[in-house]
């Protein structure tokens, strides 16, 4: 590859890159989720496609709350407390990770959407063993959530979730 063609690729990565981060760190602390939607009409036989762009924020005027708690004299504090619960609860300890004697945190993220849908889990943080599909099972079982609201919309929001595996002495 001659000099000329690697100062263009540099130069078009450094644009990239700069463009994501400027998506990533605008001033509204969010970053764009990308989404693509292919409709069919068998009537016309046709197929539409469209790319649905939503805002997904790190900094809300409130956040994410399970249903349950929207009654509650203080639904953050309800809400915090059933996460908890539930993390103690229904958690199971993988059989590998118990026999190899690992402990740690697995951490994890996803995205509640306007409609209070969890959607996009991973683990930023892995652990292995199996404690990294143990907090996977578990987000996806968890109930529904009323979503972030910003400005009093409903928006997207990324949820961090630190899963602690300890074992008892």
């Known amino acids: 590859m001659n000099k000329t063609c690697f100062i263009l690729l540099y130069l078009l990565i450094g644009l990239f890159t700069m463009s994501i981060k400027a998506q990533q760190t605008g001033s509204d602390s969010a970053f764009v989720l990308m989404d693509t939607i292919i409709t069919y009409d068998s009537e016309t036989m046709t197929e539409?496609?469209?790319?649905?762009?939503?805002?997904?924020?790190y900094q809300v005027d409130t956040i994410p709350i399970f249903r349950l708690c929207e009654l509650d004299p203080k639904p953050l504090e309800c809400s915090k407390k059933y996460l908890l619960d539930c993390m103690y609860n229904f958690i199971q300890y993988p059989d590998t990770a118990k026999k190899s004697k690992i402990q740690g945190v697995v951490y994890a993220t996803f995205i509640v959407d306007k409609q209070g849908q969890r959607i996009l889990p991973k683990i930023t943080r892995s652990l292995g063993y199996g404690c990294d599909e143990e907090v996977l099972r578990f987000i996806s079982v968890l109930p529904p959530m009323l979503p972030a609201r910003r400005r009093g919309v409903p928006v997207h929001y990324e949820y961090i979730m630190p899963v602690k595996f300890q074992l008892k002495k």
Do not use: A, H, Q, T
């Open 48 to 57: 539409e496609i469209k790319v649905v762009k939503n805002l997904v924020y």
